[in-house]
Structures are given as C-alpha cells and as structure tokens.
C-alpha cells in the first residue's frame, strides 16, 4: 500500500521531463511463426551499468501465437486528477494484448530488473464475451479504468461488427464492457489518444483482421480499402462527435499523439502510404471553434530502386515508399520522430509550430533496398519500427519488425530483432549509440518498447506544462 | 452550551478537512486556472465545487430536519442515523472501490461532479450526527411548539451546510490559490496523501459517538 500517490505520476509533462532518467526498458518478443511463446524482456538502458543494452531478463508467456503488439501500464499521470479517484494506484503492472489469440496478460514488474512475472491472464473468451470485440491492441489508462482498442469485431474473422474500444477495471483487470454509446460512422479501429481536460479523444483506422492478418492484400490496398479517417470522440458521452476523411489515397492512418499539454487543442497523425505516389504523411489535426480540423503538414517522399532489389510486393513499382508505420511526440511537445520502415530512416521533425513541421535531423539504418548498417558494426534487418522516446526528450529508442507477416513481404527471411537507441542534439538532430545494440533470442522479432516510469506514448497529463 | 461550541467547531473543522483533501476538487481549480491562463478561472471552479458540496451537504440534511417533527422518534433517529454513518465508514473501508460513475462526469460540470462526490464519499452524511446534536441541544434550550420546532431546526441545517461549505471553500481556495501561486504543481503530489481509510475510521467514530449518546437527555 501506497501512502502518496506513485511517484512516477506527474501533474504535468514538464514535471515529467525533470525526473530522473530510466534504467529498464521492456520490449515485447515475438515469434513471428507461432513457433515459441512469445514473452517480455526487460533491458537494461542505464548507461552505467555493466549490463547496459542486453537483455536482464524475460518473462515467456505459457501459450504460443500470441503474436504480441502493442501495450501499456496499468496506471499513469493521468490518476492524478481527482476526477478519476484513482490517485493511489501504483504504476505497476504492464497489460499486454496478444493480437492475434485476444488474449491479454497482465504482468507485474515490481521489484527490479529480474522480478518481472504474470500476475493475471485474460483469456479470449472473456473479451469475446463481455464486448464482442477482438484483437486487442492500444493501451491506456484513463478516467474509467484501462482503455483497449481493438482491431477485430466478432466470429471466426473478426468481421462480425466493427472493432472498437473496452474498458477494464484497473485494479482486478476485470473485462467490463465496450466504450462506444454511439460509434457513428466508424467501423476500423487502431490508435486512440486523448486530451483529458477537455474531454475529447481522438481515434485511427488500419484495416478489418483479414486486411492484415496473413499480410497486407495488394489489391485492397491498390483500391483504397485500408482505413483514412479520423474519428474525434466526446469521451465522457462515449459519442463520436465528428469523422474526417483524410481522402481515400492516404491509406491507414495509424499512430495518434496529441499534444501532452492539454492546453494544446492539436495533436498529429502518421499515414503509411498514399497509393497515388507513394509518398508517407504526417498530417495536424486541431480544434478550432468547436469542430476538428486536419492537414497534411509533411510528406515524405518515395525513393527510386531497381526492380532486381525489391520484394515481389513492390517490384512494379521501382520505388520504395517510405511506409511511415510509428510517430512519437517528445514530452516538451517539440520533436516528432517519424519511423521511414520502408527506406530505412528514423526522421526528427521540429514541430514547435505544429502547421509547419521542420526536419530537425536524421538517421539511416536498415531499409528495405538500403540496408544501411548500424555504427556498431552490426547489420539492422528490417526498417525503424516502434519508436519511444525517454521523458527528458534526450534520448530515442526504437525497434525493427511491424507486424510478423507484413515483415515478410516487405523483407522476405528472417532479419533478427534489434532495439538500437540515438541520442539527441542540444538543439535537435539524432546520433546512433554505437554500443547500444540490443540483440534478441533466436527466432524472435521485437517490437513496442515502455520505459520504466513511464515514457511519450503512455502518460496523459491532466495539468497544463506553464 | 459548551456541547454545541464543540459541535460547531465539528462543522467547521469537517469544512477545512474536506476542502484540503485534493480528492475533494481543489487541484481542480488550479487546472482550470492554468488551462484557461487566468487567475479568474480558480475562483470560478471552486464557486462550483463549494455549490455542489453544499447542495449535497442540504440534501441529507433536510430530511433529517423534516424527520425533528417525530418528536417521539428522537432516540431511535440518531440511532438510525449513526448506524448509517457506521454502515458507509464501514463500507468504505471494506471495499477500497472508488464509485465509477463519478468518471463519467464531464470535467466541465464541476459542480454535479463535486455533488456526487460529497454523497458517495459520506462528506454530507457525517455531518448528520452532528447536525442532530445540534437540533438537541436547541430543543433543550426551550420547549417550543412542533412548527417552531421544524422551523427552528431547517434554520439550523441550512447554517451547519452554509458554514461547513464556506469552511471547506475557504481551505480548498487558500491552498489551490497557494499552489497556483507560489508552491506550483510538484506540490500536489507531495502533500496528497492516502487518508480513505482514516475517513472511513473517521465516520465510523463520528457514527459510534452518536450512537452512545442517543438515548442521552
């Protein structure tokens, strides 16, 4: 029992920014073929120890095929408001979806480095069951308890219903019940975030479970199938106030980051490709009188390449897209780091005027013709991937697989998992650690990385940063 | 009359706990003022939290000043009342469950949402024990007629709910106004600590010192 609240919950982003650095870091594995369980591990990032950049421990699920994705913790900054009356919850636990069993477990990291074990596991019947929703992906904790968006509906395929959002409890990890009062027009699921203070949420479309689960479909692609829209949410009424086609060439909107300031009514949104050039974009949404609005800010353009070095998926194209897949927004709301998996490249942009973002630096290492090497010594297989960034903004770590059979049609073979780490300049720009190349077990990929204490894609703050 | 000084000065003090505790809304008005960039705005968020706890705090107790005209019921009343007082101190303690239906009020209806907290969390409840005492100690005074005697004890709870509520403002605003001011946010998770389970302890004493004093005359 805790007598003050955690003291890795923060009122604001700033405060955030000035507590002390992370030591671990967890990284979920994943065993691309169902071969082996898939498991956690825990790393060591504190530069001064002896096991800086391994691997200290893992904990391997009971089940295979789990196929683990994304995830989050029990608790964050956002207990802090009173609203929710959860200030004494301990940041404790780690909830990790399997995307492709439903199956979540809850594992409790308390303890140090090498206690990290299963608390809970949730099987997929119970979330079959109580929401009718499958292939559980994004974590967060809000006012109600732990939000999970889904990528699945019902049946065998998950198409029987739209995939949405759930609620659980945050203190037994009870499966209570779907999110959504009125969905309005939206029937794809992938990331949501939120402004709390000002009630609103924001969430993103990828594609319906037989778009993506044995790899990308070429023509559904080609036809603009994938999800394009915005859906901007009243959170407390559960009522989706307003959709925003981004045009059905900007295909799969993924990741969603907000401003951490709540004072801030913008955020930004990664789209993996645009089907009439190939370009990937990051586009501003804002609130302005009311209504939401959206822009692309940035484009990134494809790169050209000879038929000869690419996979059967892009050969008629002589062209790698950039195929931006993760962005992060850093604590002071001033670096978003966007992740170029297709052509290898890990790209800073100042964003301090959010309508304007400005490229603040780069890094190459891997990429699908590229195949540029890591400082270290060592061949990165695959492209930049999940992308996080510590509190203090000084430091980027991100990792190399996307999804397991997307992976083999982007990058056919098995290239090895990787987490690598930069570190950023005084005023911007990105520097790879050569001695920071974290190496997993045989047969296993890596991908969504948390940091201990918290990190740029799990705490929402519910006090302004001034 | 030095049992009712003492029965004041409970109203007053419940006032000034409640309005410190951050669960109670205080760092509420210094979101709000942040959020909006002005001053103006802190004020304005604790008017509604203090209106919501004073509405809460006149609900529970406006029954109880209707029930003084069962001249008769008296013992049996604050019995019942204590035991009521004993049952969500005891409640509170056993299930450590934050109601979640408060988590749906919007963070723009201040005002509903401190309402529902000063029900759910037995603020207003505990008042009632001490708010009979009071009734007591003024039918004591004099033996007046049952209409005077009704009038004469709504009176008096619309004064404990006026006082307890300024109490409670009065706190909450110096120390949102202190933390807005000079202390800044760090200050909000250093001084928030865990009492629920001394509030629980807290109703149950308020609730078994009414209990033993009930058949009193």
Redesign the interface.
């Known amino acids: 029992?805790?007598?003050?609240?955690d003291?890795t919950?923060?009122?604001?982003a700033k405060?955030a920014m000035q507590a002390p650095p992370e030591r671990l870091a967890y990284t979920l594995m994943l065993s691309p073929d169902g071969s082996q369980p898939d498991g956690l591990a825990v790393v060591d990032v504190d530069p001064g120890s002896t096991d800086y950049g391994r691997i200290v421990h893992q904990v391997i699920m009971p089940h295979k095929g789990d196929e683990f994705h994304h995830f989050g913790w029990n608790a964050c900054s956002s207990a802090?408001?009173?609203?929710?009356?959860?200030?004494?919850l301990e940041r404790r636990y780690l909830i990790v979806p399997g995307i492709r069993s439903s199956r979540i477990y809850v594992i409790d990291v308390k303890g140090g480095p090498k206690a990290a074990k299963i608390h809970k596991v949730i099987e997929p019947e119970e979330v079959f069951a109580k929401t009718g929703y499958s292939r559980p992906h994004t974590i967060h904790c809000g006012?109600?308890?732990i939000y999970v968006s889904t990528l699945g509906g019902g049946g065998k395929d998950g198409t029987d219903g739209p995939p949405g959002i759930f609620i659980m409890d945050c203190?037994s990890f009870d499966v209570i019940g779907r999110y959504e009062i009125d969905r309005g027009p939206q029937d794809k699921q992938y990331d949501f975030w939120w402004n709390?203070?000002?009630?609103y949420m924001v969430s993103s479309e990828w594609g319906l479970p037989p778009q993506f689960e044995n790899g990308l479909v070429p023509e559904d692609l080609l036809s603009n199938k994938y999800g394009h829209r915005l859906h901007f949410w009243n959170l407390?009424?559960r009522k989706n106030v307003q959709t925003i086609d981004l045009g059905a060439n900007h295909q799969m909107a993924l990741e969603v980051r907000p401003a951490h300031d709540?004072?801030k009514e913008y955020g930004f949104c990664g789209v993996v490709v645009d089907t009439t050039n190939l370009e990937g974009s990051i586009w501003t949404w804002w609130r302005e009188g009311g209504k939401f609005h959206a822009k692309k800010t940035a484009t990134i353009p494809p790169e050209p390449a000879k038929a000869d070095d690419l996979p059967p998926l892009l050969k008629g194209f002589e062209a790698v897209p950039p195929l931006v897949t993760d962005i992060d927004l850093s604590l002071d709301d001033r670096f978003l780091y966007v992740s170029c998996w297709g052509t290898g490249e890990m790209r800073q942009y100042d964003v301090s005027d959010p309508m304007n973002p400005r490229l603040a630096g780069s890094v190459h290492v891997g990429g699908i013709v590229r195949q540029a090497a890591h400082p270290g010594g060592k061949s990165f297989g695959y492209g930049p991937q999940m992308v996080e960034i510590s509190r203090d903004g000084k430091r980027v770590y991100w990792t190399n697989s996307l999804y397991s059979t997307w992976d083999d049609q982007f990058y056919p073979g098995d290239r090895g998992g990787a987490m690598v780490k930069a570190d950023v300049g005084e005023g911007g720009g990105l520097t790879l650690d050569k001695d920071f190349f974290v190496e997993f077990p045989k047969g296993y990929r890596s991908h969504q990385i948390r940091l201990e204490g918290g990190d740029c894609s799990t705490d929402s703050f519910?006090?302004?940063s001034? | 009359m030095e049992g009712t000084a003492g029965l004041w000065l409970a109203v007053v003090a419940s006032g000034l706990y409640h309005g410190v505790n951050?669960?109670?809304?205080w760092?509420?008005a210094?979101?709000a003022a942040?959020?909006e960039?002005r001053a103006g705005a802190l004020w304005r968020a604790l008017a509604a939290l203090a209106a919501g706890h004073l509405a809460a705090t006149l609900a529970i107790l406006m029954p109880f000043a209707a029930l003084s005209l069962l001249i008769e019921w008296q013992v049996e009343i604050r019995v019942g009342a204590a035991v009521l007082v004993i049952a969500l101190g005891a409640w509170i303690l056993v299930t450590k469950?934050?109601?979640?239906f408060?988590?749906?009020?919007?963070?723009?209806r201040l005002a509903l949402?401190s309402f529902l907290v000063a029900l759910a969390h037995g603020a207003a409840l505990m008042l009632v024990p001490i708010y009979l005492g009071l009734c007591r100690a003024g039918a004591d005074a004099g033996h007046a007629a049952a209409g005077d005697l009704m009038g004469g004890n709504l009176g008096i709870a619309a004064v404990v709910a006026v006082v307890h509520s300024a109490a409670m403002l009065s706190a909450g605003g110096a120390l949102a106004w202190a933390v807005h001011r000079w202390l800044g946010?760090?200050f909000?998770?250093?001084s928030?600590?865990?009492l629920?389970r001394v509030w629980a302890a807290s109703l149950i004493l308020v609730g078994l010192i009414a209990l033993a004093t009930a058949g009193h005359r």
Request: with cysteine; hydrophobic share 35%; net charge positive.
């Open positions: 029992m805790t007598l003050r609240p003291p919950f923060y009122p604001s405060l802090l408001s009173p609203l929710t009356g959860h200030a004494f006012p109600e308890g203190e709390l203070p000002r009630d407390r009424e709540p004072v519910c006090y302004p001034a | 951050p669960g109670m809304g760092p509420l210094v979101s942040l959020m960039r469950r934050h109601p979640r408060l988590a749906r009020v919007p963070p723009s949402w946010l760090g909000l998770t250093r928030w600590f865990d629920e």
